[in-house]
């Protein structure tokens, strides 16, 4: 059996699970019993009543299954407005009123047995479809999530099936018909017992997988909310499979940013929803590039984005990833002709590789991941400096060192950077 869970959202998600699934329990509960009652109701109004009167030593009243049925009918109808009403004002079952519940559900087929053998043969109504009615009861049970009311529900079916015999049935033990043998009918009691304890293990296995799925998205939530809306799939299902705390520490990566051109100029004057849909346009195949290759958006920028490769998971090929990333967004411009559309998109990335400092800042209601220092200062003057150079794509001397190919692009010489002792050289890359 599972250990109670400790975590009060947890139980707090779960009681309303159980409280939908037993408003679901109870509607089909109803309307299954509205079926039957309307199926017999109708045999009953019919000739093929007659057909039924063979088999009855009394006469069978035309409206018997309204009388045995209905009030049952009426019962769930009841219940299910009481757990419409308790679920609106947030509130729980109470445990005695859930085994009360099963207890007066379950007696259905028990009153049916009972009623039925006042017209007919006892023989003949314990070896009708009528018992079978407390599997019905049984497999709606593991709905109730919990292993205690449905392995309850099959005592209460065993013995409510067992006293109704024993108070009906003259037994013989010398009879030839098996219905009219005690071991017969304790066999069948043990079935619905044991088939109670089935369905608690059921309930008890759907309860453990809503865990699972309820802890597994609550650690999905956690690391959206560590590494923004956007998060690569691959990179979440891999943090997943280690866990880890991201504490602050010190990590070599390659830092992305991206920003649009004339962006403001363009959207100046244009409805709302034309630059919001322009955007969303734009970063839908940029960010699929960023997440082909492993980086994920660190953060939005208005019209541009900062992206992190090699953390928070260790990514040796950090910068060639990034290039390869910045090369494609740049393709895929060109592909579909977009610096030429009928509002430019003309783009600056500026990529630089180093050290940096990584971890969760915030406070503890909200936390972001995050990178800090001078790499991540470095690349974002990078991407500033492709205006002054008229270059889509610049990158510092560090990420030509990790592409190991000098060739791959031409330098644009060294250049003074603000809070940097010594200028720093640049390149252009092509695609």
Not at 71 to 76: I, Q, S, T
């Amino acid at each position: 059996m599972l250990a109670p869970s400790t975590d009060p959202n947890f139980e707090r998600a779960l009681a309303a699970e159980i409280m939908a699934s037993e408003r679901m329990r109870v509607r089909v509960l109803a309307a299954v019993l509205a079926i039957l009652l309307a199926i017999q109701q109708a045999i009953f109004l019919s000739p093929l009543r007659d057909t039924l009167q063979q088999f009855a030593h009394d006469p069978l009243p035309p409206w018997l299954p309204l009388g045995i049925i209905g009030p049952f009918v009426a019962y769930e109808v009841l219940v299910i407005f009481i757990l419409r009403y308790r679920v609106s004002r947030g509130l729980d079952m109470p445990t005695p009123a859930r085994f009360a519940n099963a207890i007066v559900e379950t007696s259905l087929p028990t009153v049916m047995l009972w009623w039925i053998s006042h017209y007919i043969s006892p023989a003949i109504a314990f070896s009708s479809w009528l018992s079978m009615l407390y599997f019905f009861y049984i497999a709606a049970s593991t709905l109730r999530l919990n292993f205690v009311l449905p392995a309850f529900t099959g005592a209460v079916a065993a013995f409510g099936y067992l006293g109704i015999v024993y108070a009906k049935l003259p037994f013989d033990s010398a009879a030839t018909d098996p219905v009219m043998l005690p071991m017969y009918h304790l066999l069948k009691a043990a079935v619905l017992l044991g088939g109670g304890i089935i369905a608690g293990l059921i309930a008890l296995r759907l309860r453990g997988k809503f865990r699972v799925a309820m802890e597994a998205a609550a650690a999905r939530e956690r690391v959206t909310n560590l590494f923004g809306q956007h998060v690569s799939p691959a990179v979440v299902d891999r943090l997943l499979a280690h866990p880890k705390d991201l504490p602050g520490e010190l990590r070599e990566i390659c830092v992305m940013f991206l920003d649009m051109r004339n962006f403001t100029a363009h959207a100046r004057g244009r409805p709302p929803n034309e630059v919001v849909d322009y955007l969303n346009g734009a970063f839908a195949f940029m960010i699929e590039s960023i997440d082909r290759n492993g980086g994920f958006i660190n953060k939005f920028l208005g019209d541009g984005f900062m992206a992190i490769f090699g953390a928070p998971l260790d990514d040796p090929a950090a910068a060639r990833h990034a290039v390869a990333a910045a090369r494609e967004v740049l393709a895929e411009i060109d592909r579909r002709g977009l610096a030429d559309g009928p509002w430019p998109l003309k783009i600056g990335i500026g990529l630089h590789a180093g050290p940096a400092v990584t971890g969760n800042v915030g406070s503890p209601r909200r936390k972001e991941f995050t990178a800090i220092g001078d790499t991540v200062n470095l690349a974002a003057r990078l991407e500033q400096l492709t205006k002054e150079h008229g270059a889509r794509l610049i990158v510092s001397d560090a990420v030509m060192a990790a592409l190991n190919d000098a060739g791959a692009g031409t330098p644009l010489g060294t250049v003074a950077i603000r809070g940097y002792a010594e200028p720093v050289r640049i390149w252009r890359l092509d695609i």
